[in-house]
């Protein structure tokens, strides 16, 4: 059956194009640096916001029409199945994304439940035989069921505990079976509301057991995806233990399992921690642990995880300068963890958002490979620091000197002469980037 009658292939006509139904910056096969759009972004659908959000929020009902709600049970599964690889073909993406409870439901009990997953995933091969489009990452949904009341793997109860671990475990297999590139952790309730009643000891111990008993379960059946965990700082709980990049890195280097795993980030959990998406990127980068991306924006005018799609090109310039210096994504792509807004309800609507999400990425693509190209940002930063290139500053650097040595040469010092960091100067060069990006040059 088909959902999306009204929509046609999508297409890259160019920026002068006035065709809904078309990329205007995307050109999959265009090549920059020598490899091609399609290449580096490595976009990727999320299977929730795009085929299970209702609409819903904490003020009012669900609003999204769908054609595929006149169903239930394993037969709205299978028939959201068929819209995804759909739309898939449709906007000819290379990957999507799910947890366990977007693509079958939960049944009776565990048994059931992973039977509904066999049906679906064993389809979903079939439908995969046929499509360029594969799994970028699958994950197990630890936080959305009453059982998660107090948390998963970091829950004061040990059968819950268990039962998350059984839920990992299919998810790690159902990543072999599918040829998952990564497999991500999201803690969605792994932090606590308050410290009176938390063992915060115990919980990050129980969080970093898991994740070993992870390690081994995958080496054990062979799946070699790419293990990602995804900060976040607060939502649903007050505190999460992945509060941000920094965070997660610490623990995972407490836990010696920072050989295990990087980091997927996201824009919206980024300014949710205080922070700018590019700050978690180059945090990540730095340290070797950029593994992969949600690509979203946040309202800077709300508090919560609006979960929106990235429109902004200043951030995805930014982003992709992050990335592309990062020699890319790996194994990782571009998910986009985003939705629809409310009052955007029709089916169509699904298509216009992605287009331009993976619109303001390309441009920011664009954008990020002159600016390295030429070196903009390199140099304006190694002319910063360039008094760490010779003198005291060389050997300061290297590891050459001590106390009694920069004492010595701060008493000699008449005179420090510094530098304008001229931010607006190099705004206004980012500006002048970006227009010349709209415009083709």
């Not at 580096?40 to 819903?56: E, N």
């Not at 004061?156 to 039962?163: E, K, V």
């Not at 995806?225 to 992945?242: A, M, N, S, V």
């Not at 951030?315 to 939705?339: C, H, P, Q, V």
Request: hydrophobic residues 35%; glycine residues 8%.
């Amino acid at each position: 059956m088909k959902y999306f009658n009204n929509v046609p292939k999508i297409k890259y006509e160019g920026a002068s194009s006035t065709n809904a139904y078309a990329f205007k910056f995307y050109n999959p096969d265009e090549k920059i640096g020598g490899k091609t759009m399609e290449e580096i972004l490595r976009y990727a659908v999320a299977y929730w916001h795009t085929f299970t959000m209702d609409g819903s929020d904490p003020f009012g009902a669900g609003t999204m029409v769908r054609p595929w709600d006149k169903y239930t049970g394993m037969d709205l599964a299978k028939a959201r199945l068929d819209a995804a690889f759909e739309l898939f073909e449709k906007l000819d993406v290379p990957f999507f994304c799910f947890h366990d409870v977007d693509i079958a439901p939960e049944g009776r009990n565990l048994k059931e439940t992973n039977q509904n997953l066999d049906t679906i995933v064993s389809l979903m091969k079939d439908y995969m035989k046929d499509s360029k489009t594969k799994l970028l990452w699958n994950t197990a949904n630890n936080f959305t069921h009453p059982r998660f009341i107090h948390g998963a793997a970091s829950s004061n109860h040990a059968d819950i505990f268990a039962y998350s671990a059984a839920k990992v475990k299919k998810g790690l297999e159902i990543g072999k079976e599918l040829g998952a590139e990564n497999y991500v952790f999201w803690g969605g309730r792994e932090g606590y509301e308050t410290l009176l009643n938390t063992d915060m000891q115990l919980e990050m111990d129980n969080l970093g057991r898991f994740f070993h008993m992870a390690v081994d379960y995958a080496k054990e059946i062979g799946f070699n995806g790419q293990f990602l965990i995804e900060p976040k700082p607060k939502e649903p709980t007050t505190h999460q233990y992945d509060f941000d990049v920094a965070t997660g890195f610490a623990f995972l280097q407490k836990y010696d399992l920072q050989d295990h795993f990087k980091f997927n980030i996201e824009a919206n959990h980024a300014t949710l921690a205080g922070h700018t998406f590019e700050h978690e990127l180059r945090y990540a980068r730095i340290n070797n642990m950029l593994g992969s991306v949600d690509a979203n924006q946040g309202d800077p005018l709300l508090g919560w995880d609006t979960d929106e799609f990235p429109t902004d090109l200043y951030s995805t310039t930014l982003a992709m300068y992050e990335i592309l210096k990062n020699g890319g994504l790996g194994r990782g792509g571009l998910n986009f963890d985003a939705k629809v807004r409310r009052g955007s309800f029709e089916p169509e609507d699904l298509f216009h958002a992605h287009i331009a999400g993976m619109d303001s990425f390309a441009v920011g693509l664009r954008v990020a490979q002159q600016l390295i190209e030429d070196q903009v940002l390199d140099g304006v930063i190694n002319e910063r620091y360039n008094s760490y290139n010779e003198g005291i500053g060389k050997e300061i650097v290297e590891g050459n000197t001590d106390f009694h040595k920069l004492e010595a040469h701060a008493l000699e010092l008449k005179e420090i002469s510094h530098q304008s960091g001229r931010l607006e100067k190099i705004k206004t060069t980012m500006n002048q980037y970006l227009l010349r990006a709209y415009a083709g040059e």
